[in-house]
């Protein structure tokens, strides 16, 4: 059983920072790619950005030069720093990972959400 947590969502001026964490727990073999989407009121969920497990990255056009992802393998955590937000970056954020679990199985499993919010 593997389960996902994430934190550090909340409420944030323009301008402002966030950083956002999801960490993996149980019984996990490797992590493949990890990521973070997003979902904002009455809009399908999107792509923000991707790490593989060898450190290459994507990001969405929208948010590069902005956020930076990364992760620590040895946690089994990704993290997403968000810089300079906006209000249009408003939305739930969900992480995903990619992973092989202890029985070597491949699944994806995503995180609960956390809520941004900026406000103008």
């Known amino acids: 059983q593997v389960q996902l947590v994430e934190s550090g969502g909340g409420l944030v001026q323009a301008g402002g920072s966030l950083r956002l964490s999801c960490a993996a727990s149980?019984?996990?073999?490797?992590?493949?790619?990890m990521g973070w989407y997003r979902q904002a009121p009455g809009k399908q969920r999107e792509l923000v950005a991707t790490?593989?497990?060898?450190?290459?990255?994507n990001y969405a056009d929208s948010v590069k030069g902005r956020f930076t992802i990364s992760r620590d393998n040895a946690k089994n955590t990704v993290y997403l720093q968000m810089n300079s937000l906006k209000p249009e970056d408003t939305a739930v954020y969900y992480c995903k990972i990619d992973l092989r679990d202890g029985l070597l199985r491949n699944y994806d499993y995503w995180g609960q959400g956390t809520q941004v919010t900026v406000s103008s």
């Open positions: 149980g019984s996990i073999f490797t992590t493949n790619v």
């Open positions: 790490i593989a497990s060898g450190g290459s990255t």
